[in-house]
């Protein structure tokens, strides 16, 4: 039990700005236990999505407005260095080595500015999108989106392959295929928080699919997923997951 109350620490210390009383061993406790990831998803998500709450009462754009705040006050901005360093090695004319040169390199380039601008007008129009819906439905895709990107991190986690070492290395060396049974059993409830519809469902199905798009391009031109990748592969499910699902509740 202690070890999964670290795996939990662990993960919210390493995804979240949310305090918590960080102990020696918890980042091991994680690396053996991906569902403390989308464990996390929920808390997280859940605490995003707050201020749509307020959807039928506040103006769209400022419940919108309200919406990314409350993302980045609970996720941290951290992670948008990992679509920084992707957005410049996305650009950058070369070879793997070359690519994997500039993931390291500390300058900032046209391809992250472009990468992150999109990134963040990407999560303010989902924001947008989530207002419009009655308040349940939008806190049931926000929260469906989250849990559905922790479980993309898991996968990446049990089923991925790393670079080089690094945090990458250390998520996937210590994670099994097996291992990610667990994860998508926990990830199950999220998709019942707008039965009988499958809106919640189909939100977190796009936030994985969202994780792979970062994942299959990682593999492809760099020979494997880095810490670069999570943290890009975090903002990026969380946007394809809410947008997939208010197209599907406008659809359905």
Not at 47 to 52: H, I, N, V, Y
Not at 82 to 91: F, R
Not at 197 to 211: D, F, M, Q, S, W
Request: with cysteine; hydrophobic share 55%; charged share 10%.
């Amino acid at each position: 039990m202690a070890g999964w109350v670290g795996a939990v620490r662990g993960a919210i210390g390493f995804l979240t700005r949310i305090p918590v009383s960080y102990r020696d061993g918890d980042w091991e406790a994680l690396r053996s236990r991906p569902t403390a990831f989308p464990i996390v998803g929920y808390v997280a998500g859940a605490l995003a999505a707050l201020p749509l709450l307020a959807t039928e009462t506040l103006p769209t754009p400022t419940v919108a407005l309200g919406y990314v705040l409350a993302v980045y006050a609970v996720v941290g901005i951290h992670h948008l260095d990992g679509v920084a360093d992707l957005g410049d090695a996305l650009v950058v004319h070369g070879d793997l080595e070359r690519r994997r040169e500039v993931l390291k390199d500390t300058t900032t380039g046209v391809g992250a500015l472009l990468a992150v601008s999109l990134t963040v007008v990407s999560l303010a129009l989902a924001g947008l999108g989530l207002a419009g819906l009655p308040a349940l439905a939008a806190v049931a895709v926000a929260v469906a989106a989250e849990v559905g990107t922790k479980l993309g991190l898991a996968a990446m986690a049990c089923f991925g392959r790393a670079s080089h070492e690094g945090v990458g290395r250390q998520f996937t060396g210590a994670s099994a295929p097996a291992s990610f049974v667990a994860p998508a059993i926990v990830a199950l409830p999220a998709v019942a928080l707008t039965w009988p519809t499958p809106i919640a469902a189909i939100a977190l199905l796009g936030a994985v699919g969202g994780i792979a798009l970062p994942w299959y391009w990682a593999n492809r031109s760099l020979g494997g997923i880095n810490g670069d990748v999570f943290g890009a592969a975090n903002e990026i499910g969380r946007i394809v997951g809410v947008h997939t699902g208010v197209i599907a509740w406008t659809l359905l």
